[in-house]
């Protein structure tokens, strides 16, 4: 899962230099992991299709 947010970081770049920040931090025994870019985003009707097996937004694009 982790290479697959990267990848799509990578491929949904759009016309800047990709920017990737992954953060790592754990507090009383729960780890939480952060990702951030600077790609094009999504909108808010797509986010909960992100989550669903074999979920994918843009069809037309491999990956």
């Known amino acids: ?3 697959n947010l ?8 759009g016309d800047e230099l990709p920017v990737i920040e ?3 931090r ?4 729960v780890t939480t992991l952060n990702i951030s870019d600077n790609g094009k985003g999504m909108s808010e009707k797509d986010m909960g299709k992100i989550f ?6 843009h ?5």
Do not use: H, T
């Open 6 to 13: 990267i990848a799509n970081a990578i491929k949904f770049k």
């Open 22 to 24: 992954i953060l790592c």
């Open 52 to 57: 669903q097996i074999y979920g994918r937004l």
């Open 1 to 3: 899962m982790l290479f």
């Open 26 to 29: 754990e507090v009383e025994g």
């Open 59 to 63: 069809q037309d694009i491999e990956g």
